[in-house]
């Protein structure tokens, strides 16, 4: 799956780049490429932050496409662990490493996007791997169906975890795909819910025209947890997705406490997850007007659940107006028994609300809280 490794040197009189001369703009490496392969057929965006071992483990799954003609871009988003003298000595010229101030994977994924040169744009985050066929799959499924897609995603494998199912075999049985390869019909709802049973869509396996991926304005650095599917939500407003029913990516799901770090750091925080949870679905939202009533109902659905959150949250810390502010928006959005019975008990007894939601919570730890 990986090549066997190549240690290579910079060119003589060149060094490895340290995130503090990439932000002055002393960029030897990416001088040295200017001058080849000036109109790959695909870039693919790694974005890394203090992962010099993974990423190299990336880039060589990458490098070991059957599809040859690519470019591999790192944005190192502010490393300390040496990751650009790492990857200088081990690559060389075969990629291009840019290096940022720690400000996101969003802006890092921006900055990649900016500077690829290929008519197509792939992306793989920097602890997961492709198989060697990866590539060649996607562009027989492009070629099939297009012009009506411009995008196409592919089945993904758990790494790190004793999960042996693919991902496509953990969806809801609505949303699995059963052809070798096809469109896929239901790619908006798919990506309203991106995590649990209807995760089918991994940002690791997308393929996408680089032109359709600039008219979606990129990613929005004000989301830290779930960008990745609020920017493919707005590439599906734009192009059809098509898939690969073959597990050709790995997904790393090590410990959170060992893949979020840096700025996402943040995400193991509950009022984090709220918070950026209801941006999301808030801008999705907005952009749903004019779209099928399921869309926009599903949205409302999960914006209600995260309303819902944010209550029993309020109940937890003694903010009970805030409460019950929350149960109220939960109840306009989506009115479910649950949150009826929440709404009712929140207004006139906060603390039974309380022990009514940690009773129900404790029941279901394995799935959703009360809602």
């Not at 019975?341 to 029941?363: D, F, G, I, N, Y």
Request: glycine letters at 6%.
């Amino acid at each position: 799956m990986v090549a066997e490794e190549t240690i290579l040197r910079f060119p003589p009189g060149s060094e490895a780049l340290t995130p503090e001369e990439g932000r002055a703009g002393s960029r030897p490496l990416e001088e040295t490429m200017r001058d080849r392969n000036e109109n790959p057929k695909v870039s693919i965006v790694i974005p890394t932050y203090n992962r010099a071992a993974e990423v190299r483990n990336a880039i060589e799954s990458v490098l070991a496409q059957t599809v040859t003609d690519l470019e591999v871009i790192v944005v190192d988003d502010g490393s300390s662990d040496d990751t650009g003298k790492v990857l200088g000595e081990t690559f060389g010229d075969r990629i291009r490493y840019y290096a940022q101030a720690n400000q996101g994977a969003s802006v890092a994924r921006n900055k990649g996007i900016a500077e690829a040169r290929g008519e197509w744009i792939a992306f793989l985050d920097s602890d997961d791997l492709w198989e060697k066929d990866k590539l060649e799959w996607q562009f027989k499924a492009l070629e099939q169906f297009g012009p009506q897609c411009s995008a196409c995603y592919t089945d993904v494998r758990f790494l790190n975890h004793l999960e042996t199912r693919t991902m496509f075999q953990l969806a809801v049985m609505s949303y699995r795909h059963e052809e070798t390869m096809g469109v896929s019909k239901n790619v908006l709802k798919l990506l309203v819910r991106p995590g649990g049973a209807g995760m089918v869509v991994c940002q690791s396996s997308l393929l996408a025209r680089a032109d359709v991926v600039r008219r979606t304005g990129g990613y929005d650095p004000n989301l830290l947890f779930s960008q990745d599917s609020e920017f493919m939500f707005r590439l599906a407003m734009l192009t059809g997705f098509c898939y690969v029913n073959r597990p050709l990516v790995w997904f790393d799901r090590s410990p959170a406490e060992i893949r979020h770090v840096g700025v996402s750091s943040e995400w193991n925080k509950l009022e984090f997850w709220l918070q950026d949870s209801q941006l999301r679905l808030e801008g999705l939202l907005r952009l749903s007007e004019g779209m099928p009533r399921k869309v926009r109902k599903l949205i409302r659905e999960q914006l209600g659940s995260v309303h819902s959150g944010w209550t029993n949250w309020h109940l937890e810390t003694g903010q009970y107006g805030k409460a019950r502010e929350a149960v109220s928006r939960a109840a306009q959005l989506d009115l479910t028994f649950n949150v009826a019975v929440k709404w009712l008990l929140t207004w006139m007894s906060p603390r039974l609300a309380l022990r009514t939601v940690r009773h129900h919570q404790e029941r279901r730890k394995d799935s959703v809280p009360f809602i």
